[in-house]
């Protein structure tokens, strides 16, 4: 896979009028809990023509377009939630490392989301880079750790400074 989907992005772009759909710009769909998605196969089927094709057999000619840039804030963010995390010392270490070597990716486009609706569901061609896959699973693993304890509200100074 691509560590940058940047050029893809641009030839879709380009493709859709072309071809005789209506690009809307939106955001995700994927987090969207009211919709039912129905996702492609992009592992076994990473064409998005294919998916555009099928899409015009069932008369769609509007296309929701979506795509991501990886930004440093993301990897800022996380260092934070990884301070306050109840991970071992020497695996906040290694998480740590990982996602710093992630800051080379800011501002590469991380994925690309294609989708339609027919008949009351969400067809949806998703593609991200590897290294967005894995700058996700370390995020879900931070987060997911929970905060040391003492430190739900913020940092704990012995009672030396309020909280208020």
């Known amino acids: 896979m691509k560590s940058d989907l940047e ?11 072309k071809h005789d759909f209506v690009a809307f710009h939106g955001a995700t769909r994927v987090l969207d809990d009211d919709l039912e998605v129905i996702r492609w196969d ?25 795509f991501r840039r990886f930004r440093e804030d993301m990897v800022e963010e996380t260092l934070e939630q990884l301070e306050e995390s109840a991970i071992p010392r020497d695996e906040r270490r290694e998480y740590e490392s990982r996602l710093k070597e992630l800051r080379i990716y800011a501002g590469f486009t991380c994925s690309i989301e294609l989708s339609f609706d027919h008949e009351g569901r969400t067809y949806l061609f998703e593609l991200h880079t590897e290294w967005f896959d894995e700058a996700m699973d370390l995020m879900d693993d ?18 030396f400074y309020s909280r208020n």
Do not use: C, W
């Open 7 to 17: 050029t893809l992005k641009l030839e879709i772009e380009e493709y859709l009028p």
């Open 42 to 66: 992009v592992e076994h089927q990473p064409d998005y023509h294919v998916f555009l094709q099928v899409a015009k057999r069932v008369g769609v000619k509007l296309i929701v377009f979506a």
């Open 142 to 159: 931070i987060m997911s750790a929970g905060t040391e304890p003492g430190l739900e509200n913020g940092p704990d100074f012995g009672g």
